[in-house]
């Protein structure tokens, strides 16, 4: 497939609380001619640290090489449409000195000839538009050593299957001027991904990281650190399970 694509933006800031934004992408595939897609936003800052944003856009997206021309395990539809989107957002966030960030964010999109790539069978375009809305939820801040953050996603409709709710959460700790501890903890919900229901899982994450010299430090993480045993996706009955309980280490030299 050969493909070209042209990309401009444009930032405005037509005044000290209010930033426009704008750009536009043109592609022109050889199988399926030629697109053009864009989008907008805008934002306004109040005194009170309290920004409105919201944004419009659209998308294109032409059927991969896979769901083309199938592959060993997989059938292809030569004769698939390529998906066309839009979708808009609206949220305010809020600033709380400079220790504490809040923001909300409500999301809507729409797809046209959305396709769906079934377990045993060719994919296809579904009719009509396939609709996705929902929520999401984020917190960042500090105190003293500790730095920490929540993020929440809440999908009142999924296109494919994804979790209802999602979420997510960190603790950093600077625990000497050589000496980064942290942990992480992340919740999905059940969820049909793949066709078939799948159980809600929690993953648990530890890491450090030491600097021994200007110039080096070394960094360790624990990622499934209780050894969930879960799956990512589940096609026919037979589920694709996760990896388990994993290590790594690293070395890090700058120079």
């Known amino acids: ?8 933006t444009h930032v405005w800031k037509v005044t000290d609380e209010l930033t426009l934004t704008g750009g536009g992408r043109w592609e022109d ?3 399926y001619g030629k697109e ?5 936003t805008a934002a ?4 009170t640290q309290t920004t409105f944003r919201a944004s419009y856009g659209t998308a294109f997206r032409t059927p991969n090489l896979l769901e083309l021309n199938g592959g060993p ?10 998906e066309r989107s839009q979708g808009w957002d609206i949220g305010v ?8 960030s809040i923001s909300m964010t409500w999301f809507e999109n729409d797809v046209e000839n959305l396709i769906v790539d079934p377990f045993g069978a060719a994919p296809f375009n579904t009719s009509g538009k396939g609709h996705a809305n929902g929520l999401e939820f984020a917190l960042d801040g500090s105190a003293g ?24 959460g960190h603790l950093h700790w600077n625990a000497t001027d050589h000496l980064d501890l942290g942990v992480g903890l992340s919740y999905v919900d059940e969820r049909n991904l793949g066709g078939d229901p799948l159980d809600a899982y929690v993953l648990e994450k530890i890491y450090a990281s030491l600097e021994l010299t200007d110039n080096v430090s070394v960094h360790a ?6 050894d969930e045993r879960y799956e990512h996706v589940s096609f026919g009955g037979v589920p694709t399970r996760a990896r388990r309980l994993g290590a790594f280490a690293g070395l890090t030299v700058r120079w």
Do not use: C, K, M
């Open 1 to 8: 497939r050969d493909q070209l694509g042209l990309y401009a």
């Open 29 to 31: 595939y050889d199988d």
């Open 36 to 40: 053009f897609t864009w989008r907008a």
């Open 44 to 47: 306004y800052t109040l005194p």
């Open 73 to 82: 395990f997989e059938a292809g539809n030569s004769s698939l449409s390529p």
């Open 93 to 100: 966030s809020q600033e709380i000195g400079d220790a504490l």
């Open 145 to 168: 050593d500790f730095r920490y953050g929540l993020a929440y996603t809440y999908l009142q409709r999924s296109l494919i299957g994804l979790p209802e709710n999602v979420i997510e």
């Open 221 to 226: 993480r624990l990622e499934n650190a209780l």
